[in-house]
């Protein structure tokens, strides 16, 4: 039996100041001759929210080619993938940065990378747009947001390739103590065809835990919360510029999340002059070593 080659493999720990405050990814640098079916099993085996498989870009001026796979399929795009699998591709010499930049290819197009000064990477994510807003008439809505203190803006089913329901509540403390209904909200996101619900808030402290408070309970992929989504937050910033609410945060700040399931996460927000939002942090490569498979 001829033994399988051996593929550079990172484990990366993605907006995170120090290694276990952020959300894991699994990359794959050597996945040339990786058929999907192959890239789906070592995803489900890794058994975390996303696996990334680096590959040579097939589009001019793109510095390297990614595909996406959660533990059940493939996806065009996701936050904290890409600004992983830039980092594994810097840290591991598969590509260097031009002017301070990179480009991605992934299955939601080209995708600009920016290399900030302090080793953080942020992307400039698609743009996600309101579909609708909630109404009380939407029980399954009601019942995913319990009794939990409201905040001004309405709810929001929002897309972006990805569809979210997105909640402003009353404060920081209340999405700090806010208790999942995870039937509820598997049961919107299986209704509405999305990932499931998103809460967030400002931060009036300012205190070192950012702006703005985020939690994600993306139940319509069966996870019960996410210890730092990067499209859920791109698509809080879009959701918040479209309604004209983005108020005193300005075109940037600093989003906490994950501090409810033992993590503390730190994502850098910024809405550009063309009204682009670009999300970013910094990254810590946790385990590097060989993949057999």
């Known amino acids: 039996m001829v ?30 001759d990786l058929d999907p079916a192959a890239m789906q099993r070592i ?10 498989f680096l590959l040579p870009p097939t589009e001019p001026g793109a510095d390297y080619r990614v595909r996406i796979f959660t533990t059940r399929q ?43 000064v302090d080793g953080a990477f942020s992307v400039r994510v698609p743009r996600s747009r309101i ?13 995913a947001l319990g009794d939990v203190a409201r905040g001004a803006l309405s709810p929001a089913l929002v897309e972006g390739g990805r569809r979210w329901w997105l909640a402003e509540l009353g404060d920081a403390g209340a999405v700090r103590g806010m208790r999942p209904d995870s039937v509820a909200i598997a049961a919107l996101a299986a209704q509405t065809g999305s990932l499931g619900l998103c809460v967030f808030a400002r931060n009036a402290r300012g205190d070192a835990s950012g702006d703005m408070v985020v939690r994600a309970f993306p139940l319509g992929v069966g996870i019960a919360e996410d210890p730092a989504s990067g499209a859920a937050n791109a698509a809080i910033a879009a959701f918040l510029d479209e309604s004209g609410a983005l108020g005193t945060l300005g075109d940037a700040y600093v989003a906490s999340q994950g501090r409810e399931i033992g993590r ?16 970013g942090g910094q990254c810590r490569s946790v385990v590097s070593g060989s993949l057999r498979w």
């Open 131 to 143: 579909v609708r807003y909630g109404e009380a008439s939407d029980i399954a809505l009601q019942r």
């Open 74 to 116: 493939e996806i065009a795009f996701a936050g904290h993938p890409s600004i992983g699998s830039a980092h594994a591709a810097v840290a591991a010499g598969r590509c260097a940065a031009r002017n301070g930049a990179l480009l991605q290819q992934c299955q939601a197009g080209l995708l600009p990378i920016r290399c900030e």
């Open 264 to 279: 503390d996460a730190r994502l850098g927000l910024r809405v550009d002059g063309e009204r682009q939002v670009w999300v």
């Open 43 to 52: 995803a489900a085996w890794t058994n975390l929210a996303e696996t990334s």
């Open 3 to 32: 033994s399988p080659r051996a593929r550079r493999f990172l484990q990366v720990d993605v907006f995170a100041d120090r290694p276990g405050a952020g959300n894991p990814l699994a990359v794959v640098l050597d996945a040339e």
